[in-house]
């Protein structure tokens, strides 16, 4: 009778035990927001890769430091994309299927339209990326997707409006990749320019990372271009272009997008970075009178210590680390912690001040369609500002 009696007595503790278990599972889970990405940090954009990924978590980590969200730790999830479409999505449905992220970040712009149809129907959730692409920044095509900056075409835009205030009526060449990045904003770009009273003289189109730029270069000089703006493109053909340019003794001011505007390309670029600008959403590493960038530094002191500079971007992955806090942190407080709450709490975000790593944040139609005007400076190889914020909305 005893043994029976001890038997069950253990049996029950068992039970409770087990059940104190899953409890305290249960509570952890809850307590915890997950996070995935599929990152670019092998293949041929690894060189950006690497630092988005660093920027991102570090925003997240920095955030877990200072309380979380709302008391609720952030769990970041990562794997390895390839910058391959059919590796990056198979590793998107890995992590959405083992660990059920409500928020995703993305290594390109072809992921994004890959998945897209399935981040509206199916799993509703948060979604940002490397890319700059108008088409995903669509918010009746796209709802759950965002762009933490401009869109390619915002870029252009900018860059126009400094054009047309610098120089009215000037001769423009866009100088484009022929691929998806390349066209995407050629379009808005054309019409923009007629509303600005500019002039598109020349579309040059070339590979990537082509060298024999000499027929695009003289078809330049004939048409007589005074800007032209470089799109779908990282470092080559630039320096190539620019180069021959000054051969052939064409007297053009160049610019580009975000991804023609780092500091690999200027220390490529040498004496000729005096003629090249680009629009940049963000602030740069060495702009250390900014608070954000004062923080940053402090933490990769703390947490990198071999880190000397972090390029552009490192800060495009950090901002988007800096927007997921910031829409959770809405979403918690509303008890709305899903896609659908995120995206509310996302729209919901109006001149918000991120340490002015950008100009107060306001998401307009799921983007920030604002951006400096930046010329390179030969003797430093860095950026100098030489606009103010200049806004679409």
């Not at 990198?304 to 495009?316: A, G, I, K, L």
Request: aromatic share 10%; glycine share 8%; with cysteine.
């Amino acid at each position: 009778m005893k043994a029976k009696c001890a038997a069950k007595g253990l049996l029950c503790f068992a039970l409770l035990f087990s059940l104190i278990l899953t409890f305290t599972a249960t509570a952890v889970a809850e307590e915890e927001i997950k996070i995935g990405a599929v990152q670019p940090i092998t293949g041929r954009f690894a060189f950006a890769g690497v630092q988005i990924n660093a920027g991102l978590e570090d925003a997240l980590m920095m955030a877990n430091e200072e309380g979380g969200i709302n008391g609720k730790k952030i769990k970041y999830i990562m794997e390895d994309g390839a910058y391959q479409v059919d590796t990056a999505v198979a590793a998107f449905k890995r992590i959405m299927a083992r660990d059920n992220p409500i928020i995703m970040y993305g290594e390109s712009t072809g992921l994004g339209k890959a998945m897209a149809p399935e981040i509206k129907d199916r799993y509703h959730i948060l979604y940002s990326s490397t890319s700059f692409s108008s088409e995903l920044a669509d918010a009746a095509k796209n709802p759950y997707m965002y762009v933490a900056g401009p869109t390619y075409s915002d870029m252009f835009g900018i860059l126009l409006k400094y054009i047309a205030k610098e120089k009215p009526q000037a001769k423009v060449a866009f100088f484009y990749s022929d691929t998806e990045f390349g066209r995407d904003p050629v379009e808005y770009g054309k019409e923009t320019c007629k509303k600005l009273g500019l002039e598109l003289v020349a579309e040059e189109v070339s590979k990537v990372g082509s060298v024999d730029v000499t027929s695009q270069v003289l078809d330049m000089k004939r048409k007589g271009v005074e800007y032209c703006i470089f799109q779908g493109f990282v470092l080559s053909p630039v320096p190539a272009v620019m180069k021959q340019a000054k051969d052939y003794g064409l007297k053009c001011k160049f610019m580009g997008t975000f991804w023609t505007t780092n500091k690999m390309l200027l220390d490529k670029l040498g004496p000729m970075a005096d003629n090249y600008m680009g629009v940049m959403p963000y602030s740069f590493y060495y702009e250390e009178n900014v608070p954000m960038i004062k923080k940053i530094i402090e933490w990769n002191k703390k947490h990198h210590p071999d880190v000397t500079y972090r390029p552009t971007s490192y800060m495009q992955g950090f901002v988007n680390g800096l927007l997921y806090v910031e829409a959770l942190k809405r979403a918690d407080k509303e008890g709305a912690l899903t896609g659908d709450g995120l995206v509310k709490a996302m729209n919901s975000i109006k001149d918000v001040d991120f340490g002015g790593i950008m100009a107060p944040v306001t998401i307009t139609d799921n983007k920030i369609p604002m951006g400096r005007v930046f010329k390179g400076n030969s003797k430093t190889l860095q950026f100098e500002a030489v606009s103010d914020w200049i806004r679409l909305d």
